[in-house]
């Protein structure tokens, strides 16, 4: 009995079809770019047609979707350049586990709680997005809200960037090289609990913890292969036993992520109001807060300030950001091990140096040492004599632990 295919609906009203057999698949590129939504009588036309399937798409053990991307795609334009918005920079390299790369320059994940959207570098620079599964003009209104919100775009890059120039002539030279990198605005809850999955850990299991973490919400859909949910809720995560986390690999972790979900159903208001109260309190009160949950240090806690409550000068710091302070702001402390203290120093040294947004100048500097991204910078920017110094410290056992929480 062959599968049955069926039309959904998202913005652009493109194709939906069953999961291609075919792994090796490769979408091709767009050909058009809308510059407005679709129109109310489009959307309601095809709103019939996602009610008449629902039954169908109900079942997510019998039916996966899978967005095909031929040249009848459309992407809508952010308006957003390449010098403000540069995927590649911004999406694999740590700031969030959620988001998947569906082709080339394309990466497709989940904003404002249920929207699922795929965005794409388009040949003129610009970044387009796509949303699927989206029904009326204010779904899409709000979709495109919540994506807005979640890239930042409120914060000119361009502007911030130029002012680290003005400071920093190594900055300006890297900015030639590696634009675009934007830091994120992402929901806290969600942040949170990838950063203490991300403690002590590597990128391969944080992402298969967090991949598990997100099975645990409602199903939302596939692109490319790639299943997406929504983030599940505190009380969902309530009802995930220590036994079945430590049998998904999460380790010691499975009791921190436990504790910080009673924790934060304890807090007055719930566990979402506090988390969310935290982008009206200072960077201290914000860290200090944020390590009373299980499993949170200043490490985790600075991340999720910087990267989900609005804490632009937070510096997350690390060995590799040590290292990278050592090297070029303050020299007088290379060789000396990291301990607490010394992390407010490095703290400190960003943010005389950048000023209210120093952790985005610092994240920037970091995506700088990432492998992938040292390989395409000119030699003139490499410091390899200074990471193999470093690398030959940490193997002799040197006192430069990764401060994770």
Request: one cysteine or more.
């Amino acid at each position: 009995m062959k599968a049955k295919t069926f039309i959904l609906l998202h913005p652009q009203a493109a194709l939906l079809t069953m999961k291609k057999r075919n792994k090796s698949y490769t979408p091709t590129q767009p050909n058009t770019v809308p510059s407005t939504p679709p129109s109310p009588q489009i959307l309601r036309a095809t709103a019939a047609k996602i009610s008449s399937s629902s039954s169908s798409y109900s079942s997510k053990k019998s039916l996966s979707l899978t967005l095909t991307t031929q040249q009848d795609t459309n992407w809508v334009p952010l308006n957003l350049g390449r010098a403000e918005l540069y995927l590649p920079l911004t999406f694999p390299t740590g700031q969030t586990f959620r988001w998947k790369q569906t082709g080339p320059l394309q990466f497709t994940g989940v904003v404002g709680g249920s929207h699922l959207v795929s965005l794409k570098q388009l040949e003129n620079g610009d970044v387009g997005y796509h949303l699927h599964r989206t029904a009326s003009v204010d779904d899409f209104a709000a979709a495109r809200a919540a994506l807005r919100d979640f890239l930042n775009v409120g914060v000119s890059l361009g502007e911030i960037w130029e002012t680290f120039k003005t400071s920093d002539p190594r900055f300006a030279e890297l900015a030639d090289h590696l634009g675009g990198a934007r830091v994120l605005r992402q929901d806290p809850l969600e942040c949170l609990i990838q950063f203490i999955c991300s403690s002590n850990n590597n990128i391969k299991r944080i992402t298969l913890m967090v991949d598990f973490i997100s099975s645990l919400g409602n199903y939302l859909g596939t692109v490319e292969g790639f299943k997406f949910y929504e983030f599940p809720t505190l009380d969902r995560l309530s009802r995930v036993s220590d036994a079945e986390l430590r049998e998904a690999g999460f380790g010691y972790r499975a009791k921190y992520i436990i504790g910080t979900v009673k924790a934060l159903q304890s807090k007055p208001g719930g566990g979402y109001e506090w988390l969310a109260s935290l982008r009206e309190r200072d960077l201290h009160e914000a860290v200090d807060s944020l390590c009373t949950l299980p499993g949170v240090g200043p490490k985790v806690a600075a991340c999720v300030a910087l990267f989900s409550l609005d804490q632009h000068h937070a510096i997350p710091v690390d060995t590799h950001v040590w290292q990278i302070a050592t090297r070029y702001l303050i020299p007088e402390l290379a060789g000396t091990s990291l301990t607490p203290k010394l992390c407010t120093r490095v703290a400190d040294a960003f943010v005389n140096k950048y000023g209210k947004y120093a952790g985005w100048a610092q994240t920037l500097l970091f995506i700088a040492e990432l492998p992938t991204q040292k390989a395409v910078l000119p030699s003139s920017l490499q410091n390899t004599k200074g990471e193999k110094h470093f690398e030959k410290k940490r193997k002799m056992g040197g006192n430069q632990k990764i401060l994770n929480e």
